[in-house]
């Protein structure tokens, strides 16, 4: 256990649909992030907040919608995705959002788009 | 954010030490150097960090040369459970270019 926990673990939606990836962290930390891992790729970057302050967003198209309604709690909205967007999305939190902070990641959502 | 370079896999045995080098030429004066291992359907897990020199905890030593244009994480003795993608950052602020790279992804065989 990190400290960092993500809902759902798995999931299956179609193009069409509209569903949300939950995360919430019990470390007290202030840094959120998003994360996209596809098959054989590197872990990718989607989007950093501190202090429920979106500060990064790295060219990650509008299907992905992030909210981070306090420093607990960080939600990516997902929708209309296409079949590419099926991947392993890992959340983090760090006390702060300098890079020499360890991040401390959840298990992440497999996420399938039929 | 300076762009490291790292062997794409590694082999070894049980009980060996493994070295895995990472290059990173770009590396600014501020930025630190981080290592994570990761295993298969899981979130990367923080392993060691350091500046220069020589850092050690209790599951990895990080050997940094005076030019910090390269670092070296040491595994000593691994085991069956030590395979996974081990990663290798450098970086101080800047998500702009932060980015894990492909890793390296060590087998330890029994």
């Known amino acids: 256990e990190t400290g960092v926990t993500q809902t759902p673990r798995h999931l299956v939606m179609g193009m069409t649909n509209k569903k949300s990836l939950k995360c919430e962290q019990h470390?007290?930390?202030?840094?959120m992030y998003w994360y996209k891992q596809s098959a054989k790729k590197p872990l990718e970057l989607m989007f950093v907040?501190?202090?429920?302050?979106?500060?990064e967003n790295n060219s990650v198209p509008s299907r992905f919608s992030p909210e981070c309604p306090n420093s607990s709690h960080l939600f990516l909205h997902l929708h209309t995705l296409q079949p590419e967007d099926s991947a392993l999305y890992l959340c983090?939190?760090?006390?702060?959002?300098?890079?020499?902070?360890?991040?401390?990641f959840g298990p992440g959502t497999r996420l399938t788009v039929l | 954010l300076a762009k490291t370079t790292q062997p794409i896999s590694m082999d070894s045995y049980e009980g060996q030490e493994v070295n895995i080098t990472c290059s990173h030429n770009?590396?600014?004066?501020?930025?630190?150097i981080t290592w994570y291992q990761q295993f298969p359907s899981q979130g990367p897990r923080f392993i060691i960090q350091?500046?220069?020199t020589k850092v050690t905890n209790e599951v990895a030593s990080l050997f940094i040369p005076a030019d910090r244009k390269s670092s070296t994480l040491s595994l000593p003795r691994v085991s069956l459970s030590d395979t996974a993608v081990y990663y290798c950052?450098?970086?101080?602020?800047?998500?702009?270019?932060?980015?894990f790279g492909s890793g390296t992804k060590l087998n330890v065989k029994p």
């Open positions: 950052l450098v970086g101080l602020y800047n998500f702009n270019k932060f980015y």
């Open positions: 350091g500046y220069k």
């Open positions: 470390l007290g930390h202030n840094a």
């Open positions: 983090a939190s760090s006390q702060e959002t300098a890079l020499y902070n360890e991040q401390f």
């Open positions: 907040y501190s202090l429920e302050e979106r500060v």
């Open positions: 770009n590396i600014a004066t501020n930025d630190y």
